[in-house]
Nanobody
């Protein structure tokens, strides 16, 4: 089992920045893929970003490319999502997810463990 706990959400004005963190505990994450998803009110969960274990491969949704950056610190079992130039459309609950096999995927069903989510609200 893997436990994922997100933090860093909050309210920010448009154009501002936030950094989300996801702390993992339990089963070793060696070799895995970490991802971020989000769900706005009344919509389906959507892929935001993912990164492989070594940090050499990343994938981003088109809507966040150039604004969001995923990173990870394996020594701390933590993955981050730096969000810059935030827009009202970025308002959502953000979820951290762990995929216990190699290979970046954008589909939520490809991930094995999920955090509880952290709310990000961007006001215009």
């Amino acid at each position: 089992q893997v436990q994922l706990v997100e933090s860093g959400g909050g309210a920010v004005q448009a154009g501002g920045s936030l950094r989300l963190s996801c702390a993992a505990s339990g089963r070793t994450l060696s070799g895995n893929v970490m991802g971020w998803f989000r769900r706005a009110s009344g919509t389906a969960r959507e892929f935001v970003a993912s990164m492989n274990w070594s940090g050499t491969s990343t994938n981003y949704a088109d809507s966040v490319k150039g604004r969001f950056t995923i990173s990870r610190d394996n020594a701390k079992n933590t993955v981050y999502l730096q969000m810059n130039s935030l827009q009202s459309e970025d308002t959502a609950v953000y979820y951290c997810a762990a995929k216990m096999r190699t290979g970046l995927v954008t589909q939520a069903w490809g991930y094995d463990y999920w955090g509880q989510g952290t709310q990000v609200t961007v006001s215009s």
